[in-house]
């Protein structure tokens, strides 16, 4: 027999409504459910909200609840939260408001019409009161996401100009602060002392500690993205420009970026690429050392956004208020992508580069422009070898072109037989040699003789050269299997200046590489003992939080211990060619 259920007795219950198979008289009831809800206090509206959440995030074009006041109904509710601290900290109501702005951000995610729905229900200010921080972090996140949203959509975007300067401030401030904040009142404290409902809305009540840590990681990489995401919204449209053109907050820009966890987002170089779409962006990104050289730094890396800080700093180069400004440091990192054929599928960005750098040569040949030493000496070099040697090599005959890379051959033989002999500095002057002699057309063969003299540098403890000559050798190698060597030698360069994003970024680049090369004979890859440790170093190294505060060991002890190399004859090990 089965046992009899009890009939509900709630006047407006939100899931007898659902239940309710008469259409119109269903929406009817939800709709009453979304305007009572705030004015009553009930134990199971966190049961509503977790549903709600979950149907919004499953079918945010549904245009049922939307159409019925769960706008006003969620907006009432995150005030409620705000300002009735009792009734908050009762029950299980403290889930609330971080439901309710989640579920304003999934439903006005697509649709332009949902979003003008929100702003004309007055979604904004409980928002930008979350966003202020009246209540944790974790709302915080909910909040910047649903703005921007919001901030997407032109139709809803005209409605936060009425709170443009607050948004702005408080987005940059979120940016800027927001992993301190997180370190501070989350990553710090024990099991014990972390705010159980937090713990529970990064976990969805599975997992402990570690598993704590690492979400509350993405989340706070989320925080920060989505704050920069929606500045994006203001700036993409000119607007906001004299708040966000801050050299303390330009200065910080560089070095927000998703981490692994977040590798879809451009973060802070995606957000400088869009300040170098106008003249008061450009101006202000020219006057922030740090802003120029996270550019440099990103634009001779394997990081995915490589070409965003190229555009930015072509973008520098070609606004002749800035050009001079940006042209030393930006000469010496660009000076090694001339030959690069293709990135991320555009097209030619070697010869754009050169002809953005050299654009002005002839006046400096000529004396009519001056610029220091050894930024003329670096044009001139790029000169000689995008421009004169071409025309010389256009000039020779066949067989002579064969004659000099017969010599460069030899030379390539003669300095690997001093490097293996232990004459490194014999070794190089061999490779330079060689090079001077290789006809441009021998794209290969340069490579080689690039990658081998980096590793001359390597042992000589000049770090700088080393990524040149790496750089080279990867720009002149097919983009779709850049030389592998190269890519070991520029990371254990990039180690070497404690530049750990970019080591990191090759040394993954070098084992995709090494795994693609042995998939097709075997199913398992191993990879390489050294590069596991390096990998490992690194990782711990640019763990998001790694510069906030001292890093709990405990955070780390799955981690090998990391060593140096023992010796010069182990780094050799890791191949001349």
Partial sequence: MKPKIEPCTKTHCFFCAMNEENPHQRRSNLAK??????????????????????????????????????????????????????????????????????????????????????????????????????????????????????????????????????????????????????????????????????????????????????????????????????????????????????????????????????????????????????????????????????????????????????????????????????IDPAVFYLKDLVEIRSIKGKQKVGEAISQVLLQDFAKIKYGQLRLSEKVQRVLEEIWDARVEKRKREKLMEEEEIKERKCVATQMKKEGNKLFWGGGIEGGLVNYTKALDFCPLRYRKERVVLHSNRAQCFLLLKDPESAISDTTRALCLSSKSNPHSKSLWRRSQAYDMMGLAKESLMDC??????????????????????????????????????????????ARFDHLEDVQELENDVYTRCLLVI
């Fill in 33 to 326: 459910c979304f305007k009572e809800m705030p004015l009553e206090d009930d134990q199971e509206h966190v049961l509503v909200l977790s549903s709600l959440w979950n149907l919004a995030m499953n079918q945010p074009d549904d245009p049922e609840f939307p159409s019925l006041g769960i706008f006003l109904c969620m907006s009432k509710l995150i005030l409620k939260g705000i300002h009735h601290r009792d009734w908050l900290l009762r029950d299980q109501n403290i889930y609330i408001p971080y439901y309710a702005a989640h579920i304003v951000g999934s439903f006005t995610l697509n649709n332009p019409k949902f979003a003008e729905k929100a702003v004309n229900s007055g979604v904004i200010p409980p928002l930008l009161e979350l966003l202020r921080g009246r209540l944790s972090w974790v709302e915080q996140r909910v909040a910047v996401r649903a703005l921007g949203h919001l901030a997407t959509h032109d139709i809803s975007f005209k409605k936060l100009l009425d709170y443009e300067g607050q948004m702005v401030e408080l987005s940059m401030k979120t940016a800027s602060t927001c992993l301190e904040v997180i370190y501070d009142s989350f990553i710090t404290k024990g099991e014990a002392e972390r705010l159980k409902y937090q713990c529970d809305l990064l976990t969805r009540g599975v997992g402990g500690l570690e598993f704590q840590n690492r979400k509350a990681e993405e989340w706070a990489s989320q925080l920060q993205c989505w704050s920069l995401s929606l500045l994006d919204c203001f700036v993409k449209r000119g607007r906001g420009l004299n708040l966000i053109c801050n050299q303390g907050f330009l200065k910080g820009l560089g070095g927000m970026w998703g981490g692994l966890i977040n590798k879809k987002s451009p973060a802070g170089i995606g957000f400088i690429r869009r300040l170098c779409y106008s003249n008061i962006g450009r101006i202000s990104v020219s006057s922030s050392k740090e802003a120029i050289l996270s550019l440099c730094s990103t634009s001779r890396s394997s990081d995915d956004w490589q070409y965003m800080a190229i555009e930015s700093l072509l973008r520098l180069l070609r606004d002749p208020n800035t050009r001079y400004r940006v």
């Fill in 508 to 553: 993954l680049m070098f084992i995709n590489g090494t795994k693609n090369s042995k998939s097709k004979g075997r199913g398992r890859i191993n990879v390489p003992y050294y590069a596991a440790q390096l990998i490992s170093k690194q990782i711990s190294a640019t763990w998001l939080f790694a510069g906030v505060g001292s890093i709990s060991i």
